[in-house]
Nanobody
Framework: QVNVVESGGGLVQTGGSLRLSCAFS???????????MSWYHQAPGKQRMFVAS???????HYAGSAKGRFAISFDSARNRGYLQMNTLKPEDTGVYYC????????????WGQGTQVTVSS
């Protein structure tokens, strides 16, 4: 079982930056296990939406709204993942969730509790 804890949310003005962190425990690091970390955004009253992901090999994917503004990274030595968010907009407001998927010899999907980001106009 992977434990996921997000942090780093807060209140920021339009155009500002935040770095969200995700701390993991219980991850299996083996050649036959693929670990994929993702960030999702849930705006008030809306569905949870994909923001970005990074695989164990370093391959990244971004939603269109995040491209060029956000950067996802993972520090395997510290078991921590990050989402650097720049040029924030009011529509980026919401709860950001971190997710760890393990695929292959170990199958699991673990979510954190979320961290609130509020961008003021």
């Amino acid at each position: 079982q992977v434990n996921v804890v997000e942090s780093g949310g807060g209140l920021v003005q339009t155009g500002g930056s935040l770095r969200l962190s995700c701390a993991f425990s219980g991850i299996t690091f083996r050649e036959d296990v693929i670990n994929i970390m993702s960030w999702y955004h849930q705006a008030p009253g809306k569905q949870r939406m994909f923001v970005a992901s990074i695989s164990g090999g370093g391959s990244t994917h971004y939603a269109g709204s995040a491209k060029g503004r956000f950067a996802i990274s993972f520090d395997s030595a510290r078991n921590r993942g990050y989402l650097q968010m720049n040029t924030l907009k009011p529509e980026d407001t919401g709860v950001y969730y971190c997710k760890m998927d393990q695929r292959g010899a170990v199958q699991s999907a673990s979510w954190g509790q979320g961290t609130q980001v509020t961008v003021s106009s």
